[in-house]
Nanobody
Framework: QVQLVESGGGLVQAGGSLRLSCVTS????????MGWHRQAPGQQRELVAT???????VYADSVKARFTISRDNAKNTLYLQMNSLKPEDTAVYYC???????????????WGQGTQVTVSS
């Protein structure tokens, strides 16, 4: 089992910044990939960014050059620095983890409870 606790959400004006954090605990030794997802009202959950244990990152086109994903393995914490925020970034943001496997697996093993980000225009 892995526990994930997000924090850092809030209300910000367009053009502002927020940094989300996700603290992990439990059976985290075999975690490979960590990611941030978001879900806006009435929309499907979408992938925002991922980072592997080797620090390889992938971003959704909508957030490239504005958001930065990072992880501090010593603190068991995942971050998402969000700059130049837009009203369309408003959503509940979730962190998730994926264990290392010997085969390809695109799903996610554990999810946090989410943190609300609201960007006003």
């Amino acid at each position: 089992q892995v526990q994930l606790v997000e924090s850092g959400g809030g209300l910000v004006q367009a053009g502002g910044s927020l940094r989300l954090s996700c603290v992990t605990s439990g059976n985290i030794g075999s975690i490979d990939t960590m990611g941030w997802h978001r879900q806006a009202p009435g929309q499907q959950r979408e992938l925002v960014a991922t980072i592997t244990s080797g620090s390889r990152t992938v971003y959704a086109d909508s957030v490239k050059a504005r958001f930065t994903i990072s992880r501090d393995n010593a603190k068991n914490t995942l971050y998402l620095q969000m700059n130049s925020l837009k009203p369309e970034d408003t959503a509940v943001y979730y962190c998730a983890t994926r264990y290392r496997r010997s085969y390809y697996y695109a799903g996610w093993d554990y999810w946090g409870q989410g943190t609300q980000v609201t960007v006003s225009s």
